[in-house]
């Protein structure tokens, strides 16, 4: 038995760039991420739980507008790296160019029927302004990450990571302790947007350069092909993991919005993790489909799922605890709901799997149905029943939202693309797993003992199932 699992970890691990770049990557991705959980307990102590949850909605708006002012190029930047390898500094070039005229267009029709804009959004001219440059900066950084992500140019992306970190963390606390102590607002704003626009006109000027094309119409329309079919599905996924606290704050009140967007963001550390390893994930699984290795990647679907499953129980089980750490006790009446924002967090995992290779296959058409979807179910169950049960009851919304999600993505890539990449009864499994255990853990909220008992049990059980799985099913094919 040891020889054949050594055998599925050297199959999918030491014969493939994994181990010397990916893993690295991962690290790079954590410090970076690192940062910004660290500034979760710093800024919830420094403003109030109103000022927390207004940062919360503005934050909320520079996604947004991220999204439309980039037309979600940096989706394509991946896939086009790979279908235009010998020109890819001329094709990176173009998509920047071409996002450039567009948002400046944007940014003067925004200013012509400013009033409107301002009285939409609840900022001034001078938030609206920063809103629009802010976004802009912030598609910029993703692009430019997309590249160094799908090298596997860990020290670059790292370092471009961990600049914008550090500066918007910094040069915030500074501004809210110093020059705008009397307006945190405002101060948290000018020290996240300052920095990331710098960066961002650094970067844009060296892509120009780098490729020294201004348009192409055969990258323009590659660009449009792969990114604006995804735009409906980055803005509808924005109002899925959003609209909670838009709704809370408008049907509740700040206060309870500040609540639930500290336990969210605690909750959602766990997507923290997905991202980084999707990171890697992504450039090797693109390469492996493009040699149709498909028995490789089976396995290494499911060592992945079993590994990410054991990762959520484990998180699961302290998240209480983590919130107690990290914030006042204003925070902690929200501690009744982070272990269902952990596992809302596994199931963007477990759906991302999918969307992965609907993206492989440029279907990105499909993506935005399942996610418009999910969040107009997600905004009718918060209409009908948020105020009737509170703020807590956006979380139990978040996850069946979430496994509508999971759901419509596995049938799309199942019966309409015809991939049997992913085993559907290993992923059906680990999701009734998760499911089972963080029940288990939310009857045993307030008994630390407990959960971290269930915790040791269930992902022990996991691992050794999983590893004899994989190896029955190896001994099969032979």
């Given amino acids: 038995m040891k020889a054949g699992l050594l055998d599925i970890v050297r199959n999918v691990f030491l014969k493939s760039d994994i181990l010397k770049k990916?893993?690295?990557?991962l690290v790079g991705t954590f410090l970076i991420k690192a940062v910004n959980l660290i500034s979760i307990p710093v800024f919830s102590r420094l403003m109030s739980t109103d000022e927390y949850g207004d940062i919360s909605i503005f934050m909320t708006y520079v996604s947004i507008f991220t999204v439309l002012l980039g037309l979600d190029f940096q989706s394509a930047v991946s896939r086009g790296c790979l279908d235009f390898k010998n020109k890819k500094d001329q094709f990176l070039s173009v998509g920047i160019a071409f996002t450039s005229y567009y948002s400046f267009l944007v940014f003067c029709i925004v200013n012509l029927f400013h009033s409107f804009f301002c009285q939409l959004l609840s900022i001034d001219w001078l938030q609206l302004n920063i809103l629009l440059l802010y976004s802009y900066a912030s598609f910029l950084i993703s692009y430019v990450s997309a590249e160094y992500i799908f090298y596997f140019n860990y020290k670059m992306n790292t370092l471009l990571?961990?600049?914008?970190?550090?500066?918007?963390?910094?040069?915030?606390?500074?501004?809210?302790?110093?020059?705008y102590s009397d307006n945190r607002f405002l101060g948290r704003v000018l020290g996240a947007s300052v920095p990331t626009i710098l960066i961002a006109v650094s970067l844009f000027l060296y892509l120009i350069y780098r490729g020294r094309t201004l348009f192409n119409k055969?990258?323009?329309?590659?660009?449009?092909?792969?990114?604006?079919?995804?735009?409906?599905?980055?803005?509808?996924?924005?109002?899925?993991?959003?609209?909670?606290?838009v709704m809370i704050d408008n049907m509740i009140?700040?206060?309870e919005n500040g609540i639930y967007s500290l336990v969210y963001n605690v909750g959602w550390m766990l997507s923290v993790l997905t991202e980084a390893l999707n990171n890697v994930w992504i450039p090797w699984m693109f390469r492996k489909m493009e040699n149709g290795n498909v028995k490789l990647l089976k396995n290494a679907f499911n060592l992945y799922m079993a590994g990410?499953?054991?990762?959520?129980?484990?998180?699961?089980?302290?998240?209480?605890?983590?919130?107690?750490?990290?914030?006042?006790?204003?925070?902690?009446?929200?501690?009744?709901?982070?272990?269902w924002i952990v596992f809302s967090s596994y199931l963007i995992f477990m759906y991302i799997l999918y969307v992965n290779l609907e993206f492989y296959e440029k279907r990105t058409i499909l993506i935005p149905i399942g996610t418009i979807m999910a969040a107009a179910i997600n905004i009718i169950l918060n209409v009908c029943f948020l105020k009737r049960f509170g703020y807590q009851f956006a979380a139990i919304s978040t996850v069946l939202s979430y496994v509508a999600l999971v759901v419509f993505h596995m049938c799309m890539v199942i019966f309409v693309l015809k991939k049997n990449v992913i085993s559907s009864g290993f992923f059906v499994l680990f999701i009734g797993i998760v499911f089972t255990i963080s029940s288990i853990q939310q009857m045993f909220l307030?008994?630390?003992?407990?959960?971290?008992?269930?915790?040791?049990?269930?992902?022990?059980?996991?691992?050794?199932?999983?590893?004899?799985?994989?190896?029955?099913?190896?001994?099969?094919?032979?």
């Avoid at 990916?22 to 990557?25: A, K, P, T």
């Avoid at 970190?165 to 302790?177: K, P, R």
């Avoid at 990258?219 to 609209?243: A, D, E, Q, R």
């Avoid at 302290?318 to 902690?332: G, R």
Wanted: hydrophobic residues 50%.
């Fill in 253 to 255: 009140g700040s206060k």
């Fill in 161 to 179: 990571g961990m600049m914008v970190a550090l500066c918007n963390f910094g040069i915030s606390v500074l501004l809210i302790e110093t020059i």
């Fill in 22 to 25: 990916g893993v690295l990557s």
């Fill in 308 to 339: 990410f499953a054991i990762v959520t129980i484990v998180l699961e089980s302290i998240s209480p605890e983590i919130v107690m750490l990290i914030s006042p006790s204003d925070y902690w009446d929200g501690i009744g709901i982070v272990i």
């Fill in 446 to 478: 307030d008994k630390l003992l407990i959960r971290l008992l269930v915790m040791v049990v269930s992902t022990v059980l996991i691992g050794l199932g999983s590893l004899y799985v994989m190896k029955k099913l190896r001994e099969d094919k032979k």
């Fill in 218 to 245: 055969q990258y323009t329309l590659y660009f449009m092909k792969m990114g604006i079919p995804v735009i409906p599905h980055s803005l509808s996924h924005l109002v899925l993991s959003n609209s909670d606290k």
